[in-house]
């Protein structure tokens, strides 16, 4: 367990969510915002699990985290903490299954997952990253407390990523 909140239980995730994180990493809203994954079938995700992008924050002592119902257990989505070395800054990420969206657990999770990060880890500085279309992701971020700041490129073929603080 990382953390939670009233409604919610935030935990590393482990092999038994591969079904789970194939459904999630597969969803058209995951695919288009956030980039696809590779992840084809159970295996797959099992192995995204354990060495993908989300486990190679580990040793930092963080990552992106599973997202469950208090209430039942169900899991909902991740959200979690990523550095990326070549902003050196650790940024908030998450992505929920759509039937759990506009029910502010997304905030939820995000602000939980932030106070850990601050108190527990001592990140000083915590970022959003988004495209600049992805209006959803802008609106969480502000309710985060964060404003634009500039747009950065995460890759030599990205057309430009707003980063927030």
Known sequence: MITETPRLRIRELTVDDAEFIFGLVNEPSFLEHIGDKGVRNLEDARQFILEGPWASHRDRGYGQFLVELKEGGDPIGVCGLLFRESLD???????????????????????????????????????????EENVASIKAMEKLGMSFEKMVKMSDDDPGTALYS
């Open 89 to 131: 800054v650790s940024d908030i990420g998450c992505a929920f299954l759509p039937q759990y969206w506009r029910h502010g657990f997304a905030y939820e999770a995000a602000c939980a997952v932030m106070e850990y990060g601050r108190s527990t880890l001592g990140i000083d500085k915590i970022v959003g990253l988004t495209s």
